[in-house]
């Protein structure tokens, strides 16, 4: 998995709310847009960076906003079926469209209270990794 979120506090809550003992799926956290492209691209300090199976991303990140983010997985070939859930604090009409236009899985917006935060999350988990068939792809990201 891939968490693209630059909120400490918010990183912390997601990471828990992934992990449990029913998935064994790490989670690797980039702060800002950029850093989430070269991981997804395999480029500089992440060439070896194993691909995910889904990407948490939010809008409202440094360098390359998640908006920018999203529509470059989903016109780049070898990214285009990674699942991408959208989580952010936006519930603009604006912005939900928005990623549902550029492909986004799901959009979720983040819940103020930690405790709904949480569960949030590990409903999203629970359906992902439990519920929904996900694409398979090869080493180089390839569709098998």
Do not use: C
């Not at 959208?86 to 209270?113: C, F, H, M, T, W």
């Amino acid at each position: 998995m891939l968490l693209v979120e630059d909120n400490p506090g918010d990183v912390k809550l997601t990471t828990w709310g992934l992990r449990d003992a029913r998935t064994s799926n790490e989670v690797h956290v980039v702060e800002d847009g950029e850093q989430a492209l070269q991981y997804l691209r395999r480029e500089g300090r992440f060439k070896n960076a194993t691909r995910p199976d889904i990407v948490f991303l939010d809008l409202n990140i440094p360098k390359i906003d998640g908006r920018e983010v999203l529509k470059a997985m989903k016109h780049d070939n070898s990214l285009k079926r990674i699942p991408v859930v959208i989580v952010s604090g936006s519930d603009r009409l604006k912005d939900v469209n928005q990623a549902y236009d550029e492909q986004a899985s799901a959009y979720i917006v983040k819940p103020v209270d930690p405790d709904e935060y949480f569960a949030a999350i590990r409903s999203i988990k629970e359906l992902w990794f439990h519920v929904v068939a996900l694409p398979t792809t090869d080493k180089n990201g390839n569709g098998s």
